[in-house]
DNA sequence: CTCACGATTAGA
DNA sequence: CTAATCGTGAGA
């Protein structure tokens, strides 16, 4: 199925990435999804931004993921469905993170968008996250991005291969300008603190900033 | 029921 | 550097 859409003056084509494509390890995941399209229909207009930064969070024996010893609540219980499914949760009472959940029924696995390079929409995402100063600064972190599309709880366990929200296949980053590096605000992760399952586009100035 | 804290951010 | 701010989940 292809998609193609007009968004300002970038025409955005290609096929939606289908539930096949999420059912895969987050760590083989993670780095693929780079340079794919995340895109939100609203009722106010289109939201569409290129993802430049990911983690992978490995599930069961991760201690950094939410998943850490088979923890099952009303919270993460969603990371145990099959694969291309939304993970959202809040933080610090303030914030949401956005995550896409991997691999097959039962292995809890997931890969954290943690940056946007904008494409379309700007002006609305402006209207959503008022506090940004530069347009730089809307989608350029992993709360900041997900307060500048309006996502919240509701997207919680939505198909991310879904009629609202989806993701756009484009051309795979080549290795070489993917950078490996260990995963952020994740200290009290014991030894998985310097695992490097946090990919980004070498270069790329909506990489949000250490 | 209580309470410590977080896959962050903006601002001083 | 710290405050903001509350859902979540572990423990009593």
């Given amino acids: 199925m292809i998609t193609e859409l007009l968004a300002g003056r970038n025409l955005i084509s290609g096929p939606k990435l289908q539930r096949d494509f999420y059912l895969k390890n987050s760590k083989y995941l993670a780095p693929k999804l780079l340079g794919k399209i995340l895109v ?6 289109l939201l569409a931004g290129r993802i430049v930064e990911t983690e992978a969070y490995l599930g069961i024996d991760d201690p950094a993921s939410h998943s850490y010893q088979a923890k099952y609540t009303p919270r993460n219980k969603i990371l145990y469905q099959t694969g291309g499914l939304i993970y959202v949760y809040s933080i610090y009472g303030l914030y949401f993170c956005f995550n896409i959940v991997a691999n097959k029924k039962q292995i809890p696995q997931a890969v954290f968008i943690r940056a946007l390079e904008p494409l379309a929409g700007i002006d609305c995402m402006r209207q959503n996250n008022k506090k940004a100063k530069y347009s730089g600064n809307l989608t350029n972190g992993p709360c900041r991005w997900t307060k500048s599309f309006g996502i ?3 997207f919680l366990g939505e198909k991310i291969y879904g009629k609202n929200i989806f993701i756009i296949n484009q051309k795979g980053i080549a290795s070489c300008n993917i950078i490996k590096t260990k995963r952020i605000g994740i ?3 014991k ?3 310097a695992w490097p399952l946090r990919f980004y586009i070498k270069n790329n100035p ?3 900033k250490k």
Wanted: aromatic share 12%; hydrophobic share 30%.
């Fill in 40 to 45: 939100l229909r609203r009722p106010q207009g």
């Fill in 152 to 154: 919240d709880k509701s």
């Fill in 187 to 189: 200290e009290y992760a």
């Fill in 191 to 193: 030894e998985a603190r």
């Fill in 206 to 208: 909506f990489v949000s």
